[in-house]
């Protein structure tokens, strides 16, 4: 069964730090670019920061570059969003989505073929 699960998420005060892991099964990430989005309440989906198969490309959006890292470890089937610096805007719930056929990386959601169930972040004092 093809699955991606998302966990890492919870409560956390502004300033603080998550990260998130995204384990794939029933594939292998290998040849997937992976994507993280998140939806907030009322909120349109939005891409956060995305990666290549290989790891040599990611993107990350103007409100999170600088803050949050992606990484994959492809031997453990695995993608990370390491998030620092954390804000109260950045509550939502984390997606993690794998896309085969992707050239380099992208934030556009229809581009992927599997997502995760999601993880809730809460940036809250």
């Known amino acids: 069964q093809v699955q991606l699960v998302e966990s890492g998420g919870g409560l956390v005060q502004p300033g603080g730090s998550l990260r998130l892991s995204c384990v794939a099964s029933?594939?292998?990430?290998?040849?997937?670019?992976i994507g993280w989005f998140r939806q907030a309440p009322g909120k349109e989906r939005e891409g956060v920061s995305c990666?290549?198969?290989?790891?040599?490309?990611?993107y990350y959006t103007k409100s999170t570059k600088g803050r949050f890292t992606i990484s994959r470890d492809n031997a453990k089937n695995t993608a990370y969003l390491q998030m620092n610096s954390l804000k109260p805007e950045d509550t939502a719930v984390y997606y993690c989505?794998?896309?085969?056929?992707?050239?380099?990386?992208?934030?556009?959601?229809?581009?992927?073929?599997?997502w995760g169930q999601g993880t809730q972040v809460t940036v809250s004092s």
């Open positions: 989505a794998a896309g085969l056929k992707i050239m380099g990386a992208t934030m556009r959601p229809v581009m992927y073929d599997y």
């Open positions: 990666i290549s198969s290989s790891g040599d490309i990611a």
């Open positions: 029933g594939f292998t990430l290998d040849d997937y670019a």
